[in-house]
């Protein structure tokens, strides 16, 4: 069964840096591609951040170029979600999920497993 457990979320300052991480088990891992993204209140989720099984490749949503960095580390089943420069409207609940395969995509469909979510919050 495969598990995805994000952490790091919380309260931010307009302008701070948050890193999110999500521990993956219940599958090969370094075999597949991961990705994050956010849902904001009432509004629909959204693609963040994609990387690819080796990490060598990676995508971003034009609104987080730049600012945010995805990262993975195969031998402790994590990625994460560097956030500088953060912006109002980053907050956001932001989940990751795994992909059905080893390609980075920016598709919500792409992706197979997803965690529960962690919270956001960048104040102005």
């Known amino acids: 069964q495969v598990q995805l457990v994000e952490s790091g979320g919380g309260l931010v300052q307009a302008g701070g840096s948050l890193r999110l991480s999500c521990a993956a088990s219940?599958?090969?891992?370094?075999?597949?591609?991961m990705g994050w993204f956010r849902q904001a209140p009432g509004q629909e989720r959204e693609f963040v951040a994609a990387?690819?099984?080796?990490?060598?490749?990676?995508h971003y949503a034009d609104s987080v170029k730049g600012r945010f960095t995805i990262s993975r580390d195969n031998a402790k089943n994590t990625i994460f979600l560097q956030m500088n420069s953060l912006k109002p409207e980053d907050t956001a609940v932001y989940y990751c999920a795994e992909g059905w395969t080893a390609q980075a995509k920016v598709d919500q469909s792409e992706y197979a497993y997803w965690g529960q979510g962690t919270q956001v919050t960048v104040s102005s």
């Open positions: 990387i690819a099984w080796s990490g060598g490749i990676t």
């Open positions: 219940g599958r090969t891992f370094s075999s597949y591609a």
